[in-house]
């Protein structure tokens, strides 16, 4: 079910003044939080509800295990091993056979993997990563070995389940023991996050991937060059736009049950430099690949090959985490490659760029990678990139209508990025000082203009598919 | 957070107003749930207005469908009522191993070719394929994919694929229309005046005569059809509506004279069970479903394009 669709909004209305009714019955309030998180993943589909609820107790089993075998290397490599073999399994099968079965036929043998009618559960990119952090969390501080109740809320909390932010084990279990949540908490703030969310997903990024970006990467043949850049364009905020209002629902829904969740985005296109890039985009899952991945096999601490040999593997597990599909592989590897350029620069102590140079290059280099998330195949993005350039029907041929309302979005995008924090301040002060009548309505009428403004039926999230 | 309690209800509630006619046609096509079969028809009458308008202004600024403003305009004189053959009204199940075959009837008009290509997902993946190769042989030929995700014949409020392939062949002066249908449309129908379930003798009644609509129009215009079966599905309720679908398809192709392109030899028969994947020339296993166990692998899209290439290929007059 998605979280824009009418459907949702209607188990809203209902659910949460039951919710908050059960403010001083903490018990109570995260049974019925679990319940609606496995009710919400069984609307996906029932067979999925029930793995889940068997996955999350073998990783509430396999934690008490690790407590016991206190930093013990082997228990812990194991437990990670088979937390993680259950998304390669079931995400990354198919892609390894198919992949292996072309390597091994084009050497003259025969292929034995067989095909499996396998289905990948809804977010079990984000769920898995969310179990790793609980299982280090209970190898390394045995005492927050925590309940099999409160793991399966850990890893069934439905504002993040299907699309993140990731939650870490550590920070929601503080949330639980220090008695902040079941309360609504900054409800203008929430508001904001949640209307300003839908706008940006139903009216800003179903726009630009009807008008510039579908059409075009579907078929980039019959279009000239300033087209294909347009789309590149298009494409580039559509991501920030969707993810990025999908995070904003779901931290504003939080709110309104009284959790806090990880910052996920800090303006992502006002990065000068693509590490700067990579501490403002999905902020959860780079900040967890830091941690989890870079740091354990050595950060910066081996020299300097090592390290940058480190962020290279970061980033190609960051970019196959997306999905098993090689364009996810050019993606992680070119960002990989692209820091390190950056880590390197920065060693030999080149010139420093002034501020709208680096900004200038960030946002080329973050552009041109964005072809190959969003492309079929490896072979569709080159033809997209060769088309820039080589182009029969040549490099200015578009409607440049359109073309001048995609750079004046941008335009007021940027705009936007820069001065986002002082307009969520405004708003929200203008929010509570409104009498709760007016506020009512300004709402009710904002919710209106979002829907007239969006497309017809309920989108899909970019992210949902990861 | 009574207050806030009551501040959403309200918030909800009157936006559920406001968007009550789009909120029964969702509702339709997503759950075969409708609200007017319980509310005063006035109810929906100040919702509907209001949509109107704010359609009319999507139009002005050019979002939503560009093209609905020119469409708008043009009313498809209705369809001859006497079509050659009436649909037979009971579904029989082809015994093991069985299925509806490919007709290749219809010839090509001579010269460049301007081709709608019509339908929901299935058809968003074949159609890219299938233009691009027909483009790189074909420069001069013209080709539209109007292909829209959940759309199907059974709920007409939500996506009208009869007016709209009408209408197309006005705007466009269509030579050819392909259609690859189906999975949407296993559900139950609302009529004006009541629901009808799926898979009844008036189901399939007023399925067929969405068909007819397409193919009638077609036909009175000169304009070929071919219609694409689905092949075999793995939830049930949808192999079910294959089953119905192609009997339907095959069945009013054959009355109309235009062609039907049988997906089930390629890519998995509706007559026997699931499968994801068949034999290449090699014997080798190759997978041709997505994980859905509906659409298709990027395998099973191209052996879809290679059939519906050599079909278009070889209605071409000498």
Same mark, same amino acid.
């Given at each position: 079910m998605s979280f824009v669709s009418p459907e949702f909004a209607l188990l809203c209305l209902l659910f949460f003044p039951l919710y908050w009714q059960l403010v001083n019955r903490p018990r109570w309030q995260r049974t019925v939080m679990l319940l609606s998180g496995y009710g919400l993943y069984a609307t996906w589909s029932l067979s999925f509800a029930a793995v889940l609820l068997a996955y999350s107790a073998g990783i509430w089993a396999l934690g008490g295990w690790l407590s016991r075998h206190n930093k013990e290397r082997l228990p812990m490599a194991l437990a990670l091993m088979l937390c993680v073999s259950f998304l390669v399994f079931f995400k990354y099968y198919e892609f390894l056979r198919a992949s292996l079965s072309a390597g091994v036929v084009s050497l003259g043998f025969q292929s034995s993997l067989p095909i499996l009618d396998l289905v990948t559960p809804v977010g079990v990119s984000f769920f898995t990563f969310q179990a790793v952090t609980y299982l280090v969390l209970a190898a390394q501080q045995p005492n927050q070995v925590r309940s099999l109740p409160d793991v399966l809320l850990f890893l069934c909390f439905?504002?993040?389940? *299907?699309? #993140?932010?990731i939650l870490r084990a550590d920070k929601f279990f503080a949330q639980l023991d220090a008695g902040t949540t079941g309360r609504p908490r900054e409800v203008s703030l929430a508001l904001y996050w949640i209307v300003l969310g839908a706008a940006q997903k139903l009216i800003f990024a179903t726009w630009l991937g009807d008008t510039f970006v579908d059409p075009v990467f579907k %078929?980039?043949?019959?279009? #000239?060059g300033l087209t294909l850049l347009a789309a590149m364009v298009g494409y580039s905020l559509q991501i920030v736009l969707d993810f990025g209002g999908y995070t904003l629902i779901v931290t504003g829904l939080a709110r309104l049950l009284g959790y806090e969740l990880p910052v996920n *985005?800090?303006?992502? %296109?006002?990065?000068?430099n693509l590490q700067d890039f990579w501490t403002r985009w999905h902020v959860s899952l780079s900040s967890f690949i830091r941690d989890y991945i870079y740091i354990p096999l050595g950060g910066n601490r081996l020299g300097l090959t090592r390290t940058q040999c480190n962020v290279v593997v970061g980033m190609l597990i960051s970019g196959v985490w997306h999905g098993p599909s090689w364009t996810f592989v050019v993606w992680g590897l070119l960002h990989g490659f692209g820091v390190v350029v950056f880590n390197l620069y920065k060693q030999a102590q080149g010139p420093a760029l002034p501020a709208w140079a680096g900004h200038t290059l960030t946002l080329l280099f973050v552009t041109l990678a964005w072809v190959f998330f969003r492309a079929d195949s490896l072979t569709a993005a080159w033809d997209l990139l060769q088309g820039l350039w080589t182009n029969v029907h040549g490099f200015?041929?578009?409607d440049s209508a359109q073309i001048a309302q995609l750079g004046l979005f941008t335009v007021v995008f940027g705009f936007m990025c820069r001065h986002a924090e002082r307009l969520q301040t405004g708003v929200v002060a203008g929010l509570q000082s409104m009498s709760r009548w007016t506020a009512t309505c300004v709402l009710a009428l904002l919710i209106y203009l979002v829907i007239a403004l969006g497309p017809s039926g309920v989108p899909g999230f970019i992210y949902y598919r990861f | 957070m009574r207050q806030l309690g009551w501040m959403l209800w309200v918030v909800g509630g009157l936006n559920a107003m406001l968007w009550l006619d789009a909120l029964d046609n969702y509702l339709e096509a997503r759950?075969?749930?409708? @609200?007017s079969s319980y509310l &005063? !028809?006035?109810?929906f009458e100040p919702s509907r207005r209001m949509a109107n308008a704010v359609s009319e202004l999507n139009s002005h600024i050019g979002r !939503?469908? &560009?093209?609905g403003a020119e469409r708008k305009q043009i009313q498809p004189e209705p369809t001859?009522?006497?079509? &050659?053959q009436a649909m037979r009204l009971t579904v029989q199940a082809l015994p093991a191993g069985a299925f509806w075959p490919s007709l290749a009837v219809q010839k090509l008009t001579p010269g460049p070719q301007r081709i709608l290509f019509a339908g929901d997902s299935m058809m968003q993946g074949v159609a890219p394929l299938v233009i691009r190769d027909l483009s790189l042989k074909h420069p001069d030929w013209q080709m539209t994919d109007l292909s829209k995700q959940s759309?199907? @014949?059974?709920s007409r409020k939500y996506f009208d694929w009869p007016r709209t392939i009408q209408q197309e062949i006005q705007i466009r002066n269509l030579s050819l229309v392909i259609v690859f249908l189906g999975p949407n449309d296993p559900r139950d129908m609302y009529l004006p005046d009541k629901r009808v379930s799926f898979g009844k003798p008036e189901w399939l009644e007023n399925y067929a005569a969405r068909v007819d609509e397409i193919l009638g129009y077609a036909v009175q215009n000169q304009v070929r059809v071919i219609w694409l079966g689905l092949p075999a599905m793995r939830d049930e309720p949808l192999q079910r509506g294959a089953v119905v679908s192609n009997h339907v398809f095959y069945d009013r192709a054959q009355a109309f004279g235009t062609d039907y392109l049988s997906t089930e030899p390629l890519i998995g028969l509706v007559s026997l069970p699931f499968k994801k994947s068949m034999p290449d020339d090699h014997g080798r296993p190759l997978n041709l479903r997505g994980e859905d166990g509906t659409h298709f692998t990027p395998a099973g899209l191209h052996k879809i394009k290679q059939a519906l290439v050599a079909h278009i290929e070889k209605a071409q007059p000498q």
């Open positions: 439905w504002p993040t389940l *299907f699309a #993140g932010p %078929y980039p043949e019959q279009q #000239g *985005f800090r303006q992502p %296109y006002l990065a000068r200015w041929h578009a | 759950f075969e749930w409708s @609200l &005063p !028809r006035d109810w !939503r469908d &560009p093209e001859a009522k006497a079509t &050659p759309t199907g @014949l059974t």
